[in-house]
């Protein structure tokens, strides 16, 4: 007989796994297909100093490791692969990977967001060449290196803090005269003698032979353009991009309803508008976009998926 699955997750970021652990440890029959490695985007966070009662010093990657155990623990089984169409026009849902099919009777979407590109000149042809948009990734190959960190808010700004302790210096790029990040977070950074600030200042160009060597930015008040070049010995310097993030979204267009920038619209409860359908974490319409937040969205949308389960199926 075909498997079909009481609960399938798409996305193993904390929102997928919360989910899990909530869906194991209620028997449900679930399955997580996650595209790579579980963790979502908090594995590119080396501090993760806001999630309550997470060890002092935790990392990203640590806290998640424990998430994926916990959802193993409770029975949950994991797939590694990249879905690519859903149907979910029947009670008896169908997900469409490159490996497989798989069938399911309810569906939690916890596909979260990828980093926002500036879209100019020069960033697709340098991107892992200079232009990185992950710190815990990367920070390390910059030791000693200038590094250039674009955005304002709270990951600009926290990341750059993380880069100082390998870069020589960081330049926080920002396009207004105020962070946007939390004040705690600014606090830090101002303090930082390896920080420096370029406010009111775009990117236009990222030019280099190869490698990054050199960046053409604006001055928005002044109008004035100021050329960023490699120092000789160096021959490269170092672009962190954190201005915000596009939720992964796209396979959902046209079924399930979004708001105009593509965020996916539950209820408090996590129902999108279809029914057995949820969504939880950084790929829905909601004010905080955090762990904590996730991990909570998780938890409602997996005991909802249960009782939508015992109300549907159930004889
Ligand atoms: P964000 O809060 O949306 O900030 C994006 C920053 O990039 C803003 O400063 C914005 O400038 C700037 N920006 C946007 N588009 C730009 C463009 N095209 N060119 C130049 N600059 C541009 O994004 P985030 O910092 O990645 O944070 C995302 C969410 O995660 C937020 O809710 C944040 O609170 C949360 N987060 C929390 C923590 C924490 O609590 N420790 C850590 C990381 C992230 P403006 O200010 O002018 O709009």
């Not at 200038?146 to 926080?172: L, N, Q």
């Not at 050329?227 to 939720?247: K, L, M, S």
């Not at 279809?274 to 997996?302: E, H, M, N, P, Y």
Request: glycine residues 10%; contains cysteine.
């Amino acid at each position: 007989m075909e498997k079909i699955y009481d609960l399938i997750i798409i996305g193993g970021g904390p929102g997928g796994l919360s989910a899990g652990i909530y869906a194991g440890r209620s028997r449900l029959d679930t399955l997580l297909i996650e595209k790579e490695r579980a963790g979502g985007q908090i594995v590119t966070t080396e501090d993760v100093e806001n999630y309550p009662g997470a060890m002092k010093d935790a990392t990203g990657p640590a806290l998640v490791d424990r998430m994926v155990e916990q959802a193993e623990g409770f029975g949950v089984k994991q797939v590694i692969d990249t879905v690519i169409s859903v149907n979910l026009d029947n009670k008896i849902k169908i997900i469409k990977g490159q490996k497989g099919e798989y069938k399911c009777k309810s569906i939690i979407i916890s596909s979260g967001a990828k980093p926002r590109p500036m879209g100019i000149s020069g960033e697709k042809e340098f991107a892992g060449k200079g232009i990185s948009y992950c710190a815990t990734c990367d920070a390390p190959f910059f030791e000693g290196f200038d590094v250039y960190v674009i955005g304002g808010g709270d990951s600009a700004v926290e990341e750059a803090i993380y880069i100082s302790k390998f870069a020589r210096k960081v330049t926080i790029v920002h396009r207004r005269d105020k962070l946007r990040a939390a004040k705690s977070i600014q606090e830090k950074a101002f303090k930082n003698e390896k920080i420096d600030f370029m406010w009111d200042t775009i990117v236009e160009e990222i030019k280099g032979e190869g490698i990054v060597e050199e960046m053409i930015l604006k001055n928005k008040k002044t109008g004035e353009n100021v050329v960023v070049r490699a120092n000789e010995e160096d021959g490269t310097f170092g672009i962190f991009v954190f201005i915000g993030y596009i939720p992964q979204t796209d396979l959902f267009k046209d079924v399930i309803n979004m708001d105009d920038r593509g965020y996916i619209i539950t209820d408090e409860n996590m129902h999108t508008n279809i029914d057995g359908v949820f969504a939880v974490g950084d790929c829905r319409v909601k004010s905080l976009r955090q762990v904590v937040t996730a991990c909570a969205d998780g938890a409602i949308a997996a005991t909802q998926a249960e009782k939508y389960i015992e109300d549907n199926f159930e004889e």
